[in-house]
Nanobody, 124 residues
């Protein structure tokens, strides 16, 4: 089971990015999906998650109201729309997946499958 993130890059404060995570070798529709991030010198933290039925959990207070998770099962893809980016959003962003999909978590221990991460850098 593989997950691959894309969409990271270097942006200026206030700009937007959309991260994508595509699953291969398994159908994502029955899995809970999560986005995590790890800033330099900090522990990995849960950002947001989404259940198989579209229920959403948001865990990082610093991004509430700015980041939105969504999924497209037909494309086997989960997204993280990030608006009004700030320098403190600079981190490696990871997607994660596990079953059952009827609930999700902001804890790393919940997820068995991880992508390799994509770097997001917010700087002027």
């Amino acid at each position: 089971l593989q997950l691959r993130e894309s969409g990271g890059g270097l942006v200026q404060p206030g700009e937007s990015l959309t991260l994508s995570c595509v699953a291969s070798e398994f159908a994502m529709e029955n899995y809970a999906l999560g986005w995590f991030r790890q800033a330099p010198g900090k522990e990995r933290e849960g950002v947001s998650c989404i259940t198989s039925s579209g229920g959403i959990g948001n865990f990082a207070d610093a991004v509430k109201g700015r980041f939105t998770i969504s999924r497209d099962n037909a494309k086997n893809t989960v997204y993280l729309q990030m608006n009004s980016l700030k320098p403190e959003d600079t981190a490696i962003y990871y997607c994660a997946a596990d079953r059952p999909g009827d609930y999700c978590s902001g804890s790393q221990r919940f997820y068995s499958y991880w992508g390799q991460g994509t770097q997001v850098t917010v700087s002027s």
